[in-house]
Nanobody
Framework: QVQLDESGGGLVQAGGSLRLSCAAS????????MGWFRQAPGKEREFVAA????????YYAEAVKGRFTISTDHAKNTVYLLMTSLKPEDTAVYYC???????????????????WGQGTQVTVSS
């Protein structure tokens, strides 16, 4: 089992920045894929960013490319999502997820991820 615990959400003005953290505990997989997803009220959960646990092979949704950065810190067993130039449409609950399988490229579909955090709210005011 893998436990994921997100933190770092909050209220920020448009144009501001936030860094989300996802602390992993329990069994971790060196070949795992790590992903960030988000879900806004009334909308389906959508892919935001993903990479390997090593930090390699980073992928981003078009809506966040150039503004968000996913990274990992092995010493802290933590995955980060640095969000800059935030927009009101980035408002959502953000979830961290882990995919224990090796894949040629990190998955961007939520169904590929077995483990999920509880989510952290990000609200961007205009």
């Amino acid at each position: 089992q893998v436990q994921l615990d997100e933190s770092g959400g909050g209220l920020v003005q448009a144009g501001g920045s936030l860094r989300l953290s996802c602390a992993a505990s329990g069994r971790t997989f060196s070949s795992a894929g790590m992903g960030w997803f988000r879900q806004a009220p009334g909308k389906e959960r959508e892919f935001v960013a993903a990479c390997r646990w090593s930090g390699e092979n980073r992928y981003y949704a078009e809506a966040v490319k150039g503004r968000f950065t996913i990274s990992t810190d092995h010493a802290k067993n933590t995955v980060y999502l640095l969000m800059t130039s935030l927009k009101p449409e980035d408002t959502a609950v953000y979830y961290c997820a882990a995919d224990p399988r090796w894949r040629a490229t990190p998955a961007t579909e939520s169904r590929s991820y077995d483990y999920w955090g509880q989510g952290t709210q990000v609200t961007v005011s205009s």
